[in-house]
């Protein structure tokens, strides 16, 4: 696997389209370029093709037509089986909800990506996966918990073991989708609190996603994804309803 | 690998439940395998352990299932008689070390009445035992019979008793010897053999009820006996055992060519091969049906995987998403049902060993099966390596519909 161009921008997308269905697309984006280090905030309504965007730059979904490169990778010219293991070495995802498989442990929740890449493994500088999770387990105000049950663990601390996985081994891009919706206000000041912090740590880029505009002050750049998506102009704003009854 | 196979390991951990079921299904298709296995070799032992020892049997010329039939398991009908000289040309042929004569043709209430000699009740062998008395002691004088034990357990029989025979071999018949009726000597100790069925008196005590009867004007008994003197009337057939046994053969060739009269010497082990051959085709359908009941575990086992993917499909995207690619997601689902199939073959076998350890004493006090609790034969580990290849091959349509799944749902399953 070749080394990605440190001089790249994080993301950059060039005529990206995809449709789930021939000829009906969800998304259509003239060009999107994301720096390295930069704190993204992305939203717009829900159903308007967020999680949609979010498969393409972690390469689980093809574009229709177009490039998305990621740290200067084009992911189109890659098989489905580099572009699996591209995903677990440079990038981190995190998830509105059910972030955890429920049959491992925090712990093994939270080093998965480090066992099945040797990649990401290699990331983490020589130090096993488990120390360095229990160092950010403790950071993330989650070290207590390493050894419980995920199913017993509360929405919020479900959030934060998400987050301590897909920052393990400091990958370049940590993708949210809207991570902070099943929060209370309070408890999504404090998630987003520890996220910048970690993510600045590591230095990794943060794109985040989520309707709610309140969150877009804490980011360094916001963008709405209607502004740059033609197909949602197309068919009307960018309807909801008519983009969600389409998945 | 390790990573895949502690996950797989925790998955089907996590849905205990019906984990537990599928290795059930599955251990109990593979126990009705094992176990009809064991029993067909128990069953074929005891079948060839009938008669041990004895290197022909010779009869009148005739079929060797016939010969083997009528003298060893009192089924079928003599092929005819052998006259007492040409039974002692061959008792005294000098490769011959003993000789067991058989004179059949009466009966009790429908079990068999076989004449012979005391070396009956010392020579002849079945499994690695010899004739033993629970009651009694063998029959000696023309007026002393010795009964099986099932004969003596259905008629009430017991030492002393007073029987009276009747001539040929249907349960129900007209001609009784009532001029000479015998006593109970002994009752002889059960074999799980034919002997248990059947009666024997001496020679002697066969030729004097025949003489008396006849002498008293009794009914006409089929076609007339060939005049013989006393002592020396024919047998139907007799056992033989050889001083060398390399001399088998030859002496087999010898009777079955000698022209002074026709016989057939079938040598016991080959006649049993043959007669399994004909009545062990049984055994194939119990194998089929075995067959189909692991065909039904698998198919279950397919349903239970299937069934839970739906429930998996966030699962899956975040395996996706920390990395896993299809070939990860569908290699997982295979090792799930491959550790089933095999969880499932482990326990049947030893659901099966556990079985004959605790029943076999009784199955062989009650039906004379022998179960041995050998080791896994070349078909049994075969039908273990076929279980465990289709138990994971099952696992390949539902890894099929997740990898499918998979790529449709991108990173937000339908829910």
Redesign the interface.
């Known amino acids: 696997m070749s080394s990605p161009s440190t001089a790249a921008p994080a993301v950059a997308l060039k005529d990206v389209r995809f449709a789930y269905r021939a000829g009906r697309d969800v998304l259509d984006i003239p060009a999107l370029s994301i720096a390295r280090g930069e704190h993204l905030f992305l939203h717009g309504p829900s159903g308007s093709g967020k999680?949609?965007l979010?498969?393409l730059l972690?390469g689980?979904?093809v574009p229709t037509a177009g490039r998305v490169e990621i740290l200067g990778r084009d992911l189109g010219t890659m098989k489905?089986?580099v572009?699996?293991?591209f995903?677990?070495?440079h990038?981190g995802?995190v998830?509105q909800m059910?972030?955890?498989?429920?049959?491992?442990s925090v712990r093994?929740n939270i080093t998965?990506?480090c066992?099945?890449?040797a990649a990401?493994r290699a990331r983490l500088g020589g130090v096993d996966a488990a120390v360095q999770a229990e160092q950010l387990a403790e950071r993330l105000e989650i070290a207590g918990l390493l050894d419980e049950p995920v199913t017993a663990l509360s929405v919020g601390q479900q959030q934060r073991v998400a987050v301590a996985?897909a920052l393990l081994g400091a990958p370049e891009i940590v993708v949210c989708?809207e991570p902070t919706s099943a929060l209370d206000a309070d408890r999504r000041d404090r998630f987003l609190e520890l996220l910048f912090a970690r993510c600045t740590e590591a230095k990794s880029t943060l794109v985040f996603v989520s309707h709610d505009l309140s969150l877009a002050s804490r980011f360094s750049r916001t963008v709405a994804l209607g502004s740059l998506n033609r197909a949602a102009i197309a068919t009307g704003a960018g309807d909801p309803e008519a983009v969600s009854a389409r998945? | 690998m390790m990573t895949m196979l502690s996950l797989a390991w925790a998955s089907l951990r996590n849905r205990r439940l019906i984990s537990t079921l599928t290795i059930a299904s599955v251990a109990l298709s593979v126990a009705l395998l094992v176990g009809i296995e064991h029993v067909r070799v128990g069953v074929r032992e005891s079948f060839a352990g009938t008669i041990k020892g004895t290197d022909l049997i010779v009869g009148a010329r005739g079929g060797t299932s016939q010969v083997l039939l009528s003298t060893v398991f009192g089924m079928s009908t003599p092929s005819g008689t052998v006259s007492w000289a040409t039974y002692q040309k061959w008792a005294q042929h000098p490769a011959v070390k003993w000789t067991i004569p058989y004179a059949l043709g009466d009966a009790h209430k429908g079990h068999r009445v076989i004449g012979t000699t005391a070396d009956f009740f010392t020579r002849y062998r079945f499994r690695d035992d010899s004739v033993r008395f629970a009651s009694g002691v063998a029959p000696t004088d023309e007026h002393a019979i010795a009964i099986g034990s099932d004969v003596a357990e259905r008629l009430g029989y017991s030492v002393g008793d007073s029987i009276v025979l009747s001539h040929g071999v249907a349960a129900i018949s007209f001609a009784e010897h009532e001029a000479h009726p015998f006593i109970v000597s002994g009752v002889i100790a059960r074999t799980f053999t034919p002997i248990d069925r059947s009666l024997y008196v001496t020679l002697e005590g066969l030729e004097a009820m025949h003489e008396e009867e006849e002498g008293a004007g009794g009914l006409p008994m089929g076609p007339p006996e060939q005049a013989h003197a006393p002592g020396e009337a024919p047998i139907t057939s007799f056992l033989v055992g050889t001083k060398n046994r390399f001399e088998t053969l030859t002496l087999q060739r010898e009777m079955n060519e000698d022209r002074s009269e026709p016989l057939t010497a079938v040598i016991p082990g080959v006649a049993l091969g043959q007669l399994w051959q004909t009545i062990g085709s049984a055994e194939v359908g119990l194998r089929v049906v075995a067959l189909f009941t692991v065909l039904v575990g698998l198919i279950g086992m397919c349903v239970a995987l299937y069934a839970s993917l739906e429930s998996r499909r966030r699962e899956m995207a975040i395996l996706r998403a920390v990395g896993a690619g299809p070939r990860t997601i569908v290699s997982l689902l295979v090792l799930e049902s491959g550790l089933l199939a095999l969880l499932g073959a482990v326990t049947g076998v030893a659901v099966v060993y556990a079985g004959l350890a605790l029943a076999r004493g009784a199955v062989e006090s009650r039906f004379g099966l022998a179960l041995t609790l050998h080791a896994l034969g070349p078909a049994e580990w075969g039908y273990l390596a076929l279980v465990v290849s289709a138990g994971t091959l099952v696992g390949v349509l539902p890894a099929w519909r997740a990898y499918r799944s998979s790529l449709a749902d991108g990173l937000s399953p339908k829910l």
Not at chain 1, 98 to 104: A, E, G, K, R, W
């Open positions: 999680t949609t979010l498969g972690a689980v979904l489905s089986g572009r699996d293991h995903r677990a070495e990038l995802y998830f059910f972030n955890l498989i429920p049959y491992l093994d998965l990506p066992r099945l890449s990401r996985r989708d998945r």
